[in-house]
């Protein structure tokens, strides 16, 4: 044990630490999270970098060693990235909404904090944030210095307008899903020029994940920012500025010599939009590209013992949710036919053909393994085709059934649904598959009549398979997806006890509590199972050996601020 | 024999004819274009504003872009636009459909010309050698060549060309699109594994045409009597026989140019190219009528001005539609 880090913290702990740090150190004294656990919390606490090495030294763990961010290449060069899908839409941060948009704005945008692959928060735009004890309140401290590439200085202003953008009910964000119920416009004041607090509608000891680069919409602006203008004027302060843009085709940054973080490597990126995985596969073997913003494994299997190819690969929370409506008067109302159907799929073989090594496998809960949250403890559901006829046979179906199983046609998703489709044969079940355009899938009112879903197939369809995007902190699915009422609860699930144990969850701030109502809540979603989730996977890119010091983003986002070609 | 006066009022006659013709078609092709679109799946206020954006916003968005209004209002604002050069903003990008078809078209009609420029002298070449080897060996390989290769998917053929020629051997760019600023000669570089794959959809079926045509022209008396004059094979086969056999030919073409124009979805997939296909088929995806209605319109004009030049082409070289007797 380190007597000066000792010394270090236990002054820490009487000066400046809350409950909630105070908490945190308790914990991990003891032993109830291990090592990255307490880094990545502490990082959400606002713990610097060396409080946290003086912690883990202090209580006896090694020192906590400067991540190696890859081999750095040379000064200079345009990085030419291929990014698929393209934007489907205008380029404004607050509505982005699909991969090709996002990616091409992150490009060019920064965030107050930035998410590490191990979920640990890094200081961005902000140099630091601290919570008031019941986390209803967290004051962050901006970085000064900093100036957008128009020219003006960014503030406390420039964030108070940020942040009310994307909490408005009227500007129809998707952001919406993560701030509802914890941020309200209005919400983000001005303290001074460089300090900012954000007063939340409840508790939420996660909330610096929604200023990170998890919420992709979050990049900041300046306050007079006017809608429409992203991609015609670079007004971000970013190290690359967006100065081309052309929709379908591709977009232009030049390297802002006026970046906070210095010189970036790169002279300018250069970005492509394809359509088509064979064509960015073949691009990137034809040497045209540099850099995929991702692949999956189905389609990019060339790459993946390609000498020339590199893969980068984040581990995350991305997943595909299988809802079956509760509430319809078919068999699938029964929980014993829904628990059938998901006892019926292989895991493992599943995660095998279509990831490779590159997922872990889901329980039926949105609890990823990623999550310290997560409670190993719960046992792991496993193919059974003889449970599964047996609780056919108890819920009267042993026979069998039809069934629509309605989806998108969006990365490995068509696969998925036929490997269910033949699965569920084993127990007399005959599905029709119906595979639509995301256009289509997503088409139609999300709410409002019949039954507050509107009338949108992803919302309504008997059984679908839908893509849920990685986030840091299973919080907005929860609330959105499983919960009474909840805006995208595709299986129209209710469950009292479980909308209580929910609330819980979200305000413990206790590890060691966060895992007791998690533990609950996941047993409870194996017995009623409203919905199958198979698999988390990774977020893999693939780029040539030229490219230094990149990493995935399991969000999906490109981050070449500090990239470098050989 | 026909005065000049009367030759040139038949030729004018012919031509106002065909161009009222294409007229009639343009309007025709507009209304269904216009209807299919009503048609898609979706809503192109939920597609722009996302899947959380509120009802009231999305039905504002709608009324904000015209498109809950009656179906002929919305059709007579677009078309008496259209007709002056305005072809309206796109729904999804929020930017002039002009900007972004104009570029898309600038593509494919270089795509198309390099294509044709391949295409057409070797489908001419290989149809009148297999002509001129009727039912030997050579006429054979030709024929079966061109069959098989027309046989073939583009896709597949594609492939097949990117992987061998751009990423085993490397000798082309795999994608079409040469960097900004390139010159003539690069850009014609880039395209031309793309063209080699539309060359090969071709061939087969241009050359079977020619060489019926060479076949028909060589057994017409008119050929067997300039053998009897004296003239020699050289001057009978370029003075005689192939004016007349390419007139089922050019015709052939001209129908393939909206094909080439507006059809290439899957070779502009494939080889990552911004033409008008991939445009309007990305518009018909997400419901954007106004770049999806303004980008068939665009191919049908253009497939219309080509059969349209395909038929003065024809007059020019025969006489029998130059005097009008052939209408």
């Not at chain 1, 309140?137 to 128009?150: A, M």
């Not at chain 1, 995208?488 to 979200?506: E, G, I, M, P």
């Not at chain 2, 507009?30 to 209807?35: E, K, L, P, Y």
């Not at chain 2, 390989?141 to 490397?170: D, Q």
Request: some cysteine; overall charge positive; hydrophobic content about 45%.
């Amino acid at each position: 044990m380190d007597r000066e880090s000792m010394m270090r913290i236990e002054h820490y702990r009487r000066t400046e630490a809350g409950p909630l740090e105070g908490t945190l150190i308790d914990e991990f004294v003891d032993g109830e999270m291990d090592r990255s656990t307490f880094i990545r919390r502490a990082s959400v606490l606002g713990l610097s970098m060396s409080l946290i090495g003086a912690a883990l030294e202090a209580f006896g763990q090694g020192p906590l060693a400067r991540a190696a961010t890859g081999a750095v290449g040379a000064v200079g060069g345009r990085l030419r990235v291929g990014i698929g899908p393209p934007p489907v839409s205008s380029l404004d941060p607050h509505t982005y909404k699909d991969t090709g948009g996002l990616v091409t704005g992150v490009i060019a945008g920064e965030f107050l904090t930035r998410a590490t692959q191990g979920l640990t928060l890094m200081p961005e735009l902000a140099l630091s944030w601290k919570p008031n004890a019941n986390a209803t309140v967290w004051t962050f401290k901006l970085r000064p210095g900093v100036k957008f590439q128009s020219g003006q200085s960014f503030g406390a202003d420039d964030v108070v307008a940020t942040y009310d953008r994307l909490t408005a009910a009227d500007t129809g964000s998707q952001a919406l899903s993560a701030f509802k119920g914890v941020l309200s416009p209005g919400g983000t004041k001005r303290i001074d020029d460089l300090t900012v607090e954000f007063r939340l509608d409840s508790p939420t000891a996660n909330f610096p994940y929604l200023t990170s680069s998890t919420t992709y919409q979050g990049i900041l602006l300046p306050a007079n920012y006017k809608v429409g203008t992203f991609e015609k004027t670079p007004q971000t302060t970013a190290a690359f500025r967006l100065v081309g843009y052309t929709p379908g085709v591709g977009a232009r940054y030049e390297r802002f010599p006026g970046w906070w973080g210095g010189t970036a490597a790169l002279d300018g990126v250069d970005a492509t939009y394809y359509s088509d995985d064979s064509a960015i596969i073949a691009a990137l073997l034809g040497g045209q590209i540099d850099l995929i913003n991702q692949i999956n494994f189905v389609s990019g299997r060339a790459l993946f013992n390609n000498p020339n190819v590199q893969i980068f690969n984040a581990r995350g929370a991305t997943h595909r949710q299988v809802p079956m409506r509760v509430d319809l008067k078919n068999p699938l109302a029964d929980f014993r036919v829904r628990q059938a159907i998901a006892l019926t799929l292989d895991r493992p073989a599943i995660v095998k053909t279509l990831f490779a090594s590159y997922a872990d496998v889901g329980n039926d809960s949105v609890f990823a393994p990623l999550y310290p949250s997560t409670d190993k403890s719960v046992p792991q559901r496993h193919k059974d085709l003889a449970k599964a006829k047996q609780l056919m046979a108890q819920a009267g179906r042993a026979r069998g059934f039809k069934i629509t199983l309605t989806t998108e046609r969006v990365g490995e998703i068509p696969q998925l649904a036929q490997i269910i489709q033949r699965s569920v044969k084993a127990i007399g079940i005959d599905m029709t598959l119906k595979i639509l355009t995301g256009t289509a899938y997503f088409a139609g009112t999300q709410d409002g009549p019949p039954l507050g879903w509107g009338n949108t197939p992803w919302l309504n369809a008997p059984m679908n398979i839908t893509d849920w995007g990685h986030r840091a902190v299973p919080n907005v699915v929860l609330n959105s997806a499983f919960r009474s009422k909840g805006i995208w609860n595709a299986a129209h699930y209710s469950n009292k006890k479980f909308d209580r144990l929910v609330t819980s969850f979200l305000g413990a701030i206790a590890l060691k509590d966060q895992r007791r109502y998690e533990k609950q809540l996941q047993e409870i979603l194996l017995h009623d199972t409203p919905v199958i989730v198979p698999y988390f996977y990774n977020y893999l890119t693939a780029g040539t050996k030229r490219v230094r010091g990149y990493k995935a983003d399991a969000q999906g986002t490109v981050y070449v601020s500090r990239t470098s070609l050989a | 024999m026909a005065r000049p006066c009367r030759r040139r009022t038949d030729i004018a006659r012919f031509l106002l004819k065909r161009f009222a013709l294409a007229l009639i078609t343009l309007v025709l092709l507009s209304m269904i274009v216009f209807a299919a679109a009503q048609l898609l799946p979706g809503d192109i206020g939920r597609n722009v504003l996302g899947p959380f954006a509120s009802p009231a916003d999305v039905t504002k968005f709608n009324h904000e872009h015209g498109v809950d209004r009656p179906v002929y209002e919305q059709y007579w604002t677009w078309i008496s636009h259209f007709v002056r050069g305005d072809l309206g903003m796109s729904l999804q990008y929020d930017v002039s459909v002009g900007g972004l078809l104009g570029p898309s078209l600038v593509n494919s009609l270089k795509l198309a010309a390099v294509a044709f420029v391949l295409v057409v002298p070797l489908s001419i070449l290989g149809g009148t050698i297999a002509a001129l080897r009727r039912n030997r060996v050579t006429d054979r390989v030709i024929t079966i060549t061109g069959l098989s290769l027309t046989s073939i998917p583009e896709f597949v053929t594609a492939i097949v060309l990117i992987v061998i020629f751009g990423l085993v051997l490397k000798w082309l760019p795999v994608s079409a699109t040469a960097p900004p600023g390139s010159n003539a000669l690069t850009q014609i570089k880039y395209l031309l594994l793309p063209s080699f794959a539309l060359v090969a959809v071709l061939f087969g079926y241009i050359a079977r045409i020619a060489r019926a045509g060479v076949i028909e022209a060589i057994d017409a008396d008119y050929t067997r009597t300039a053998f009897l004059k004296g003239l020699s094979t050289r001057r009978v086969l370029f003075r005689h026989v192939l004016r007349n056999s390419l007139l089922p030919t050019i015709a052939v073409v001209a129908t393939q140019t909206g094909y080439l124009i507006g059809g290439l979805l899957v070779i502009e997939k494939l080889f990552n190219y911004n033409g008008i296909g991939q445009r309007i088929y990305v518009a018909a995806t997400n419901k954007d009528f106004t770049l999806l209605q303004s980008g068939v319109l665009i191919v049908g004009v253009i497939y219309l001005a080509a059969t349209l030049i395909a038929d003065i082409l024809y007059s020019l070289l025969n006489p029998r539609i130059r005097l009008g007797s052939a209408e």
